[in-house]
Structure formats: structure tokens, C-alpha cells
């Protein structure tokens, strides 16, 4: 059995010798270091690949699932079919997942020296509308001295790109301060502005808060407790129910706008009309009922009209009878 080396013995031996084996010493424990680096960077590389190919996987099942629903909602029997809101969900599933695919094979040539070669339309250049504010960032070098040693360079041309940019909602409170003022000498009277006319009088919304919610719940279907919940991200407790209080009462200062509306609509020589079933809550049954949402239209734009197009919403709970179209456009008494 070979003795084990005593490390103390190291200055007993001869200088030169003790400098090989110190460089011998530092050569193996290098060389070592390099193993485990390099077996390091081997298992955080079939790591990444294993990942990468879970992930494409993954990927591959999402858009055989959502070429399956698409064939459904195209070729399936009429009960099966989606409505074509429903089959555009669909395709915004696929393009997203196309284009997650499409990014992993950009960042895998990325990370191996090569140019991107998918078409990526949403990068294409795009001309972004003229009412839109420009912010313009100018990046400088970090030194414009010339590598000859005359000085400065001097400014030859530019390059642009252009990208779309979005400032989240920001909140205030804006506090409205009325000073009041008096004589200095005591006589009678108090001078005061007053009080602006609010929507919601002693409510805290201005009129701008209003209408967004308002564009958000019945433009872009954000129900209200959503909105709720979006407020209080900013901190802001805002309960559904007070929300819908605000809805009720803008919903009421708007009818005259509503009814106005109508009213020029009765004037139209053409009118058009559509029809949109909805589920609507049945209290009492347990389950809905189909509502339909009427669109009324006025858009002589077509006809050499001058008048600006109108859309008129109507809830009727049925096709006729209360539903008629006639009643919406006429009245109770009017025929077709």
C-alpha cells in the first residue's frame, strides 16, 4: 500500500521540487476546476433542451387542441358550431401560440450566432397615426472623441425606429378649493364662487371617471366587478354595487341624448335593423332566457346623405308584441 503524503513533509524537500509539485498541485486542481465547469455547462445545457423541448411540446398538444376546436366550429354539426365571436377566440389562440414558436426558434438562432429568419408581421414598420404625441430619446456615444486625435467627430446622419408606447391610467383626486372673502372692516357680505355643478352631486366621480367606466362595462364588456378589482390595484376601494350606482345614475342624465337621437332617426327616409339574442337572468327559474338586443341604424353616408350616422340600442324581451321594431322606431300604435 502506498503511503499517503504528509503535507508537512513539503519543507524537508529540495526547493526545486518543492516548486514542480506545487505547479503540479495547481495544474491538477485546474484541470479539475475545467471538468466541473465544463460538466456544469453540459447539464445546464441538456437542461435547457429538455425544457425546450417540454415546452414545444407543450405548444404542439395547445395547437392540436385549437386546430380541433376550429375544425368544430367550421365543419361540425350546427349544434357544435361556435358563434363568430367564440371562433375568433380561437384564432387569437393559435396566432398566439404561432407566435411563441416563432420567438423560441428567433432566440435559439440568437443564442447561436444566426439571423432570425421568421416573417414576424406584427414587427413590421408601421405608420403610427399623426395625432399620437412623439417622445423623442436621442442616445449619445459614450465618447465623440476621434480614435486619430484631432479632436470631436462631428454629426454625419441619424437612425430612427419608431415604437408604440402606452402611459398606464393614472389617478388624482383633484381637491376644488372656493376661497371666501369678507371686508376688512367688518361690513356685511361674503364673496364666494360657487360650487360647480357635478353629475353626481356630493359623489366623489368626476365626469371623466364616469364615462370611462362607462365606455369600459358597455364598450369593452369590463363588467363592473372587474373594474372593482382593477381599481383596487391602484388602492382604490371601489365596491360593484357603488359602481353600478354611478352607472344608474349616468344611464338617467344621458336618456335625453338617447331620445334625442331617436327623434332624428324619425326622420330618416332609410333605417336599417338587426337583431343580437342574449342570455338574460329569469329570477325565479333557475336558469335564463333569450333577450334580443335590437340595432337600430341611420347611415345615409352611402346614399349622398350629409347627416352623420346614428345607432339607436333596443331591449325587447321577444320578436313581437312589445319586441316589434315598429314600436321602437314609431311607437306602441305604428304599424310596418
Not at 365606455?215 to 381599481?231: I, N
Not at 332617426?265 to 336599417?272: D, E, I, Q, Y
Request: hydrophobic content about 40%; some cysteine.
Amino acid at each position: 500500500m502506498t503511503p499517503s503524503f504528509d503535507p508537512a513533509r513539503l519543507a524537508e524537500l529540495p526547493a526545486d521540487l518543492r516548486a514542480d509539485l506545487r505547479a503540479l498541485f495547481e495544474a491538477q486542481r485546474a484541470m479539475l476546476e475545467a471538468e466541473r465547469i465544463r460538466a456544469d455547462h453540459e447539464l445546464a445545457a441538456r437542461l435547457h433542451i429538455e425544457s425546450e423541448l417540454a415546452a414545444s411540446k407543450e405548444t404542439v398538444e395547445r395547437l392540436q387542441l385549437l386546430v380541433k376546436e376550429y375544425e368544430r366550429a367550421r365543419f361540425g354539426k350546427r349544434s357544435e358550431k361556435l358563434d363568430p365571436d367564440q371562433l375568433q377566440l380561437v384564432l387569437e389562440d393559435i396566432e398566439i401560440a404561432i407566435a411563441e414558436v416563432q420567438e423560441r426558434e428567433d432566440d435559439r438562432a440568437r443564442r447561436s450566432g444566426r439571423p432570425a429568419t421568421s416573417e414576424r408581421a406584427g414587427r413590421a414598420a408601421r405608420a403610427f397615426p399623426a395625432h399620437l404625441p412623439r417622445v423623442e430619446r436621442v442616445i449619445e456615444p459614450e465618447s465623440l472623441a476621434c480614435p486619430c486625435g484631432c479632436g470631436l467627430m462631428v454629426r454625419i446622419g441619424e437612425d430612427r425606429s419608431s415604437r408604440l408606447d402606452v402611459t398606464p391610467a393614472q389617478y388624482c383626486v383633484i381637491e376644488t378649493v372656493r376661497p371666501r372673502y369678507a371686508c376688512p372692516n367688518g361690513c356685511a357680505g361674503v364673496a364666494q364662487a360657487p360650487a360647480p355643478a357635478h353629475l353626481i352631486e356630493g359623489g366623489v366621480p368626476t365626469e371623466a371617471l364616469l364615462a370611462q367606466v362607462a365606455v369600459a362595462k358597455f364598450s369593452e364588456h369590463m363588467p363592473l366587478y372587474r373594474q372593482s378589482q382593477v381599481f383596487a390595484r391602484h388602492g382604490i376601494m371601489l365596491d360593484r354595487a357603488v359602481l353600478a350606482d354611478w352607472m344608474g345614475t349616468t344611464a338617467f342624465h344621458l336618456a335625453p341624448i338617447v331620445e334625442r337621437m331617436s327623434a332624428l332617426m324619425k326622420l330618416s327616409g332609410r333605417l336599417f335593423m338587426d337583431e343580437t339574442r342574449a342570455p338574460v337572468l329569469d329570477p325565479g327559474r333557475g336558469r335564463t332566457k333569450t333577450g334580443y338586443l335590437w340595432a337600430v341604424l341611420r347611415d345615409d353616408r352611402g346614399h349622398g346623405g350629409a347627416d352623420p350616422p346614428i345607432v339607436v340600442y333596443h331591449y325587447a324581451p321577444g320578436r313581437s308584441g312589445e319586441g316589434c321594431v315598429a314600436n321602437f322606431v314609431y311607437g306602441s300604435d305604428a304599424g310596418l
